[in-house]
């Protein structure tokens, strides 16, 4: 089965005191994670938000471009229905 690609450009904030996904004030998809930056944990904490968020399995996400900055670039290799639900989490919030 081929899978289409997916790419959502996010914007992490680790450490807030309620966690979210959400639209973010420039526009693009924030989420925000209880844990820090330490070790992977706010990393692993904002796939499996997403998962959640866009009711896609957390086993076809991956991030394609994580650098140190809070800007990152995640794929999702089952596009079924993320784009309207990536849509609806930018107007929702």
Not at 18 to 47: C, F, I, K, T
Not at 70 to 93: A, G, M, N, Q
Request: aromatic share 4%.
């Amino acid at each position: 089965m081929d899978h289409e690609l997916f790419h959502l450009c996010v914007h992490v904030s680790p450490g807030p005191r309620r966690p979210r996904v959400g639209r973010s004030r420039d526009g693009h998809l924030a989420v925000r994670v209880r844990s820090r930056a330490v070790a992977g944990a706010a990393g692993a904490e904002v796939l499996f938000s997403l998962a959640a968020a866009l009711d896609v399995p957390r086993a076809h996400e991956a991030f394609v471009r994580a650098t140190r900055s809070w800007r990152k670039l995640v794929e999702v290799t089952d596009r079924t229905e993320v784009s309207s639900r990536h849509h609806e989490l930018l107007i929702d919030h």
